[in-house]
């Protein structure tokens, strides 16, 4: 499908590598020193996951060769302070958000799933695909219901899966998933960390085979 080119994931995680995979093309790991995920205040928080794919772009170890394209993602949580159910999702809902990473320690993973038991979220990914002459980059939104969560549930949750890695402290593959998740709105693979329908369509896009 993309002949002529070499494709780059700068990511550690085993999840992403398994759904790049799935497209079925050739490419490598390659990862350097991690860029901080800081951002600043002024940025519209619908835009935070797309900075940090394109600062962690931006800041790869080595100059890109003419026929490499690097991929990067950050995948982010955003909850609402109040509980509510599934709608429409602007800008303003988001702005008003938790964001939620990867949690800090067990506590903090209670903590997170607490906050997501019995209300809606929002998994937003950003994904940036940069060559050595050109960056461009896109948002995946995918919203998120739980059931309530019994506090025994999210023990056996962390106690057994350990979702220190995930942001969200939730992997959407994992127990929690299948006996938590009552409705999914959007890419379930870009809960998983790379909303692969869209890379697929950006890449063929970015290599002219669209």
């Given amino acids: 499908m993309f002949d002529g080119y070499r494709f780059i994931l700068a990511s550690k995680s085993p999840r992403r590598y398994e759904l790049l995979a799935g497209l079925d093309i050739e490419f490598k790991v390659e990862t ?28 790869f170890h080595r100059p890109l060769e003419p026929d490499e394209v690097l991929i990067t993602a950050d995948t982010l949580v955003f909850c609402p302070e109040e509980k509510q159910g599934s709608g429409v999702l602007t800008d303003e809902i988001l702005q008003k958000c938790q964001i939620l990473g990867k949690p800090t ?28 002459k050109a960056i461009r980059s896109f948002t995946a939104v995918t919203e998120v219901t739980f059931k309530e969560l019994t506090p025994e549930e999210i023990s056996y949750y962390i106690d057994n899966y350990a979702p220190y890695d995930k942001a969200g402290a939730y992997g959407v593959q994992e127990w929690i998933g299948h006996i938590g998740i009552t409705a999914i709105k959007g890419s379930y693979y870009n809960v998983m960390g790379l909303p692969v329908q869209s890379l697929y369509e950006e890449l063929c896009k970015l290599c002219g085979k669209k």
């Fill in 32 to 59: 350097g020193p991690e860029a901080p995920e800081a951002f600043n205040g002024d940025i519209p928080q619908s835009q935070v996951p797309e900075y940090l794919a394109k600062h962690k772009s931006l800041a």
């Fill in 105 to 132: 320690d067990r506590e903090d993973a209670v903590s997170i799933l607490s906050l997501l038991s019995d209300n809606t979220h929002y998994v937003l990914t950003g994904v940036a695909l940069r060559t050595s």
